[in-house]
């Protein structure tokens, strides 16, 4: 049972490149988020998708694009990328509202924008 | 705007002491506050969590303290170990009804060191 996979896991890229991340569940869950996560910040919600088929913008989502492709996967895409989204990138999933709250998150993608 | 507040960014403690990590909420619509432990190189991992119907909740070494009225949550490990040295957060949900669909708020962190 692999949970939540990330891929890749390091990334670095040049300022204006776009790229996507992949993120995938195997545990049947409806929701899955996208967080960022940079020292002192703790992690920032970029965007969510509350089900199949929804998303919605977190509290961070300037630069990013996400795609609910199917209930297993969930990517997030950067168009144009630029140093300030250097960052540790987590996908998570959880059942769905109201239901087993507890968050899986994956291993995280390190991404370096130079 | 920082919704939950964590204090203190880093801490160092000696094998057997207490490690205690203190967060503090404004929004009084959060009712599930779970504190997320993180070792290098890995994602977070639910450790504990408490919903505000209790002002206590402890598994193993670990403990949830909750003060509904001063907004704030704290955690403590007793009896740290070497192990234990990670970096936690805490969080806050607001996890039923509403469109929020379980976001979670995180703390900024606390990197916690014990020393053998």
């Not at chain 1, 409806?30 to 020292?39: A, I, K, L, T, V």
């Not at chain 2, 598994?59 to 740290?80: P, V, Y």
Request: glycine residues 10%.
């Amino acid at each position: 049972n692999a949970g939540v996979t990330q891929t890749p896991k390091f990334q670095v890229l040049k300022t204006g490149q776009s790229m996507t991340l992949q993120c995938a569940q195997d545990m049947n869950h409806n929701s899955m988020y996208w967080y960022r996560q940079d020292p002192g910040m703790g992690l920032r919600l970029i965007y969510y998708s509350a089900s199949e088929g929804t998303t919605d913008k977190g509290e961070v989502p300037n630069g990013y694009n996400v795609s609910r492709l199917n209930k297993r996967e969930f990517s997030l895409r950067l168009e144009s990328a630029a140093p300030s989204q250097t960052s540790v990138y987590f996908c998570a999933s959880r059942a769905g509202q109201g239901m087993n709250t507890e968050a899986f998150f994956g291993q995280g993608t390190r991404l370096t924008v130079v | 705007q920082q919704q939950v507040k964590q204090s203190p960014q880093s801490l160092i403690v000696q094998k057997g002491g207490i490690s205690i990590i203190n967060c503090a909420y404004e929004n009084t619509a959060f009712d599930y506050f779970p504190w997320y432990q993180q070792f290098p190189g890995k994602g977070p991992a639910l450790l504990i969590a408490i919903r505000p119907d209790v002002s206590e909740k402890k598994e193993g070494r670990f403990t949830i303290s909750f003060n509904k009225s001063a907004k704030q949550f704290s955690l403590h490990i007793m009896d740290s170990q070497p192990g234990d040295s990670a970096t936690y957060f805490c969080a806050a949900k607001k996890d039923a009804g509403g469109t929020s669909y379980g976001k979670l708020t995180f703390g900024q962190g606390t990197i916690l060191t014990v020393h053998p």
